[in-house]
Every structure is written in C-alpha cells, then in structure tokens.
C-alpha cells in the first residue's frame, strides 16, 4: 500500500484504499462508543440486547393462543381450540407461531434488521424466535426463508428472513433449504393494500425450482418471515409448498399484527 502510494503515478484504485482506511477509523469510533440499544438508540451495558425500557415494552407472546394462528388469546378457551378467525378463514399453513406482537418495539427492531444495517440482530431474534416455534421446529426438516425477488434483494443485498432463519438453525439445529422457494415475481409492496389487494398481488409470485423439488417433497417444512400481517404473503408461500408435495408447512415469525379486538375474542 505505502509503496504504492509513493510511486509517481497514482494507484488507479486509490479511493478503494482510502474507504479502507475510513472503514477501519469507523471500527475504531464503534469499538470506543457504548453499545446502543437497537429500538431506542439509548446506551446500554452490554451489546446484543435492548435497554430495560425497551425490554419492558416488548410483549412475548406466551399461551394461551389460537393452536392455528398463534393468535394470543385474553383467556384459555381450552387446549387446541381455533380462534374465530381460523375457523372463518382457514390458512394454507397448518399452524404459525410468532415470538412478539408487532407493536413500536419489534416494527423498530424489525426496521433496524431489515434497513439499518443491524445484523448482529438477527441471531437475538432468531433465538426467540426458535424458542416460540420450540414444537414445530422438533417436527420439522427443514427451514425456507420467504425469498426476495432478486432485483430487492440486489438493492437491498439482505434477506432478513434468509438471515432470521439462518439464526434459527444455529439454534435449532434444523437445516435452511435456501433455494426451496423462489420469488418469480417482483411484487409491488404489500403496505398500504387491502387484504384482497395483497393475496391477488402475491398470486403466482412464488414457485418451486424444478432442482429444489427434493427439498420440498414429503418435507415438513416452516417456513420463516420477519413480520405476519395479513399472513397473505406466507399463505401463497404455504400454496406453493404444499403443491410441490410437501408433507406439512409451519409457519415461523418473530413478531405478528395482532388487532387489540382480536386479542379479546
Ligand atoms: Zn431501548
């Protein structure tokens, strides 16, 4: 490098020494800082958690809960029961479980994941998340990533759930069947669509590669995500699976919409 530099004519790839020097300085800076908690910003003791307010505000889900949606119920309406919306509207998938409700806490952890660069996360969240999903991940074959289509996953050069389900493995150990699924179609973004909008806009977005088809066939299989909404998304994901043969699909998040009228019921 330093003979390089020397030399009459400049390196032609000077700048790339240069970002290298800057990237080292920024290590430096981050190893001198306190860690920061990843939902509020705040300092914190120790890297790798949240601060004791964000901590508080978190909300696990724990049973009592829906045996189909992992819809977290205000009371035991007896082991095994469906939730009213599991009965009028049945999912592809046999059974979801989701670590954390989708409130401030989890959107920013999830953002942070996903946009932030943040992905010293993932292993965090893929342990409470391997924790909520203990039962379906002691039937199961394998973990699928809900995949991007290649052009989002070109700019934003992450997967978090590919990341999240990554995490899951290690602690797990089940393997993740990277190329299970493929997002043939880029979608337009489900925000802001209804929940008829978002299953026509995921209609014949996923498919089985022709060489993943051993993966898939008589596999039980969970399929990971980082966030359940509407679950339109996962659902054609479950479709999908479920027509290339395999023998069960699960379904793994770590944080679901959970509306407070459900929550009651
Ligand atoms: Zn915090």
Redesign the pocket.
């Known amino acids: 490098m330093l003979s390089m530099a020397r030399s009459s004519k400049p390196p032609k790839r000077q700048w790339d020494v240069l970002d290298v020097f800057r990237a080292a300085g920024r290590f430096a800076l981050d190893a001198a800082l306190p860690p920061l908690?990843p939902?509020?910003r705040?300092p914190i003791a120790e890297p790798g958690g949240?601060?004791p307010?964000?901590w508080a505000r978190l909300s696990f889900i724990a049973p009592p809960y829906c045996e189909r949606l992992g819809i977290p119920f205000a009371y035991d309406p007896g082991r095994g029961i469906p939730s009213m919306e599991a009965i009028a509207d049945p999912p592809a998938y046999r059974r979801a479980r989701a670590a954390v409700r989708y409130d401030e806490v989890a959107r920013r952890l999830v953002h942070a994941l996903k946009f932030g660069d943040r992905f010293d996360l993932a292993p965090t969240l893929g342990r409470w998340m391997a924790l909520a999903g203990e039962a379906l991940l002691a039937e199961a074959h394998g973990l699928v990533p809900v995949p991007l289509h290649w052009r989002r996953l070109w700019a934003r050069r992450f997967n978090q759930s590919a990341a999240l389900a990554n995490a899951i493995s290690r602690a797990s150990p089940i393997p993740v069947a990277h190329t299970a699924l493929a997002r043939v179609k880029a979608t337009a973004q489900q925000v802001g669509l209804t929940r008829a909008e978002r299953a026509v806009n995921v209609q014949g977005a996923f498919r089985v590669p022709e060489g993943s088809r051993a993966a898939v066939e008589g596999r039980r299989l969970v399929l990971v995500d980082d966030v359940l909404t509407t679950g339109a998304t996962i659902d054609a994901c479950a479709r999908v699976l479920l027509r290339a043969g395999a023998a069960q699909v699960d379904v793994l998040v770590f944080a679901r919409v959970v509306d407070a009228p459900h929550a009651l019921i």
């Open positions: 908690c939902a509020c705040d949240l601060c307010a964000c």
